[in-house]
Structure formats: C-alpha cells, structure tokens
C-alpha cells in the first residue's frame, strides 16, 4: 500500500492533470448507459452489486437512473490497492442477497485489464445467477485486456493512462472529482 499522499501533493496532482471529461458529458453517459439498461433489465428485477470502491461513485449516480424495482447490494473487492498496476484480487465483502436464480448487474468505475469483472462475474455465476451483465462507466484503450474483454453497457473511452474521478482513484485519493482526469506523466 502507498503512503498517503499529503493535502497539497493531492491538490497538486489535480491541477497537473488533464481533463478528459467534464460532468457534464459523464452525466450524458450515465444517461446513455441507463437508459440501455432500463431496455434491457427493465422486467428483470435484478441485484445490481456495486463494485466498491470505485463502484460507489458511477452506481450512486446510476441507480437513481433507472425507473424500475431493483434490489441493490456491494461486493468489495481490489487488486490495485492503491496503486497504478493490479495484482492478484483481494476480496473484502462478499453480497449479503442470494444471487441464486436472480439476473445480476454489476456496476464498476473502470474496465482496465478486465480481470476484476471477470472474476466477479465467475464467483455470480458460481453463486447461480441465472444471468450477470456489466456495466462500466469507462472502458480503457489498449491491447492488454486478459480478462473480460468489454462491459454490456459502458459509456466512456479513455487513453492507456492512469485516471482518477468519478470514483476512481490515484494512491487512495482524487475519488470524490466530478470530472474524469488523466494523471500527468503518467
Ligand atoms: O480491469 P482491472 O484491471 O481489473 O481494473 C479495474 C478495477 O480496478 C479498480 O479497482 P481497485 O482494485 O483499484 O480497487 P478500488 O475499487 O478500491 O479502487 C476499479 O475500481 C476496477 O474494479
């Protein structure tokens, strides 16, 4: 684990950064992914499991989209830990619903190297979920994808560079942003 990062190394790293998306185009995507959710789950009554931490931010604005009955539960899980290249996935709370027979929506920030999703999605179907769909607020670019190749509703690209907001982190920090950056140099 990093040490934490201090108040003005924070604040610096937020003004060096790039912005690649403002809220408001976030706020369109999120509109655009939950619209395509509602179409598709709209009769289904599924778990949606947030995938903390970073599935706070983009299910917390998500779920208040999507005008039908859901049931809403976590799965804590990370294999960054705070830092900007993952390892093995630690699990830290499993769902406390049954997911037998139930369609499942996980929700996350990010689809980086795609193992996190696939993994959660394996331990839902092992748990018989009878049908599990992802939904990522952002798919990175690049060729290193092992593990789940794309989400089903996704609304956001973003380059091979290490990025913060909206729920995802640099060094623990940065998660509250209400914008989507790009760490500079990195
Ligand atoms: O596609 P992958 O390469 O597996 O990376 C994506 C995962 O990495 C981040 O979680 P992290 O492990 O950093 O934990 P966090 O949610 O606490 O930030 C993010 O929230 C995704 O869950």
């Given at each position: 684990m990093n040490p934490q990062l201090d108040i003005e190394t924070i604040e610096a790293v937020l003004a060096k950064a790039d912005q690649l998306y403002t809220e408001r185009e976030i706020s369109a995507a999120l509109d655009e992914i939950a619209g395509n959710i509602t179409r598709q789950l709209h009769n289904k009554h599924p778990v949606c499991l947030s995938i903390m931490l970073g599935g706070l931010v983009p299910a917390g604005q998500l779920l208040p989209r999507l005008n039908f009955p859901v049931e809403i539960d976590y799965i804590h899980a990370t294999r960054y830990r705070g830092a900007t290249e993952g390892n093995e996935l630690h699990w830290i709370k499993y769902p406390s619903i049954s997911l037998e027979n139930r369609t499942v929506l996980l929700i996350d920030d990010i689809l980086d190297e795609g193992l996190t999703l696939q993994a959660v999605v394996e331990y839902c179907q092992q748990q018989g979920a009878e049908q599990v769909f992802t939904a990522a607020l952002v798919e990175k670019q690049h060729?290193?994808?092992?593990?789940?190749?794309?989400?089903d509703f996704t609304g956001l690209t973003v380059p091979d560079r290490y990025v913060f907001g909206y729920g995802m982190d640099y060094q623990n920090q940065l998660r509250y942003v209400a914008g989507i950056y790009a760490v500079h140099g990195l």
């Open positions: 060729k290193r994808r092992i593990g789940l190749q794309h989400a």
